[in-house]
């Protein structure tokens, strides 16, 4: 009788042999590579829902520093004091605008540095800031100061949000379409949002706007930045051209000067403001050109231009018509329409624009609604003083005349944004269908910071002859 005293007993598994050599490798390799893209996956899954949820928070909450709130509601103890006090109450409330057009290319320069997240953190802490001092502030030279923390934050977290959304690897898809379709609706429905914040809540609501919207921002922006990582590097900082660099500093004198001009003008009466709105107009004409032919920016300049041209002050002129009339029905009807054709023309034009290039046209869109805000304002100002006086002396009869005037006059502004807007679109389109390759010279660039541009002919020689691009090397980064 024999035993298997001193053998090893045969267990289950043994008798499955193990896999060896080149297969056994190939295995471990498999494993280990879907384990290290993981967590990345999740990551920048992480990082684009992110982006999402700042367009959705970020871009109201910078476009509705646009309108003057003062407009609509004014402190019961300077409304009295007469005209001079109240047209510097409204000069110095309006002053967010002006300071949001300026803090756009300050923005925009240092985002190559800094990175995005960090830029965007720090314009909503300036908001922040703002609405802290909008509760306390109940002169006119603090009211002033309130307002321009609010467009200063405002106008570089519109640069910072603009550089996430031409960054991210989404861009070229839903991304670009979501950030024009917010931008190009909370244009639109600013002035509205805002005289209803002051209806419901007095002037003291017009210097702390929707603060919880602001805590809500921020937390996102934290997020974002701390998803994103890292600082700013030298491969990073390379992917903006030099020619694109200068082009955004170049726009903050530019700019200034536009905002000065608006400044020195408003309320100074109907020829000064159309003496300055013919300087301006051919200003932005003048920026809108070098911007689109020194840089990335291309269509997306021309598109921005004239969406802030038209958008944001025929939606202004729109809402202060009150009553449901029939003009007023047919003009809110051309704002859509306006902005529809227009949000459609940005998410085509943004999905070929590098990062700098975005931000220039979101500096040179704020250049255009000052622009605007200029050439409506003149455009009713002649109507009214031109208006034929009535031969009653009822103030009903006055008003009445005097509404009229303006219905006209913001008819005429909603018809000529509307001509812009077409010709606009149809140079878009006919653009498109000569240059058909265009679209195939886009692409992401693998490294550093990752920035979203056309290949210029020189890259596209060192690619043909087997050389990589200038920021190859890195890890790619969604900050």
Known sequence: MTTDLGQASARPDEAVPRQ???????????FRRKSAESPAAVRSSAVALCAVAIVAAVVPLAVLQIPNPFAWSLPPRLAGAGPDAVASLLRASGLALPAMAVAAPLGAL??????PGPVLLAGLLVIAAADVLGGSASTVALIGVDRSLHGLGAGVAMTAVAAIVSGSPAAGRSLAGWWAAVTVAGLAAAAGLMRHLVAAGGWHAALQPYPRLTGAALGLAALYTVLAGGSASAAARNAFPVAERSQLALLVPLVAGVSAITLAVTYRGDKAMIAATIAGVIALCGLTVITARAGTAARFAVVCAVSGFTVAPTASAVTALTQPTVPG???TVLSVSVAGALAAALTSSLRATGAAGAMAGVAILLAGVVVGYLAAGA???RAL??????????????????RWALVAATGRWALLAAAVTVAVALAVAVATIRRPGAAGRVIARPAGWPVTGRITDGELDELAGGAPLASSGDTPDHG
């Open 20 to 30: 060896r050599g080149a297969h056994a490798a190939s295995r471990g390799s498999w």
């Open 385 to 402: 003083t031109t208006a034929p006086a009535p031969q009653a002396s009822g103030g009903a009869l006055v008003t009445a005349t005097g």
């Open 110 to 115: 240092a985002v190559p540095r800094l990175r």
């Open 379 to 381: 455009v009713q100002l």
């Open 329 to 331: 029905r047919l003009l």
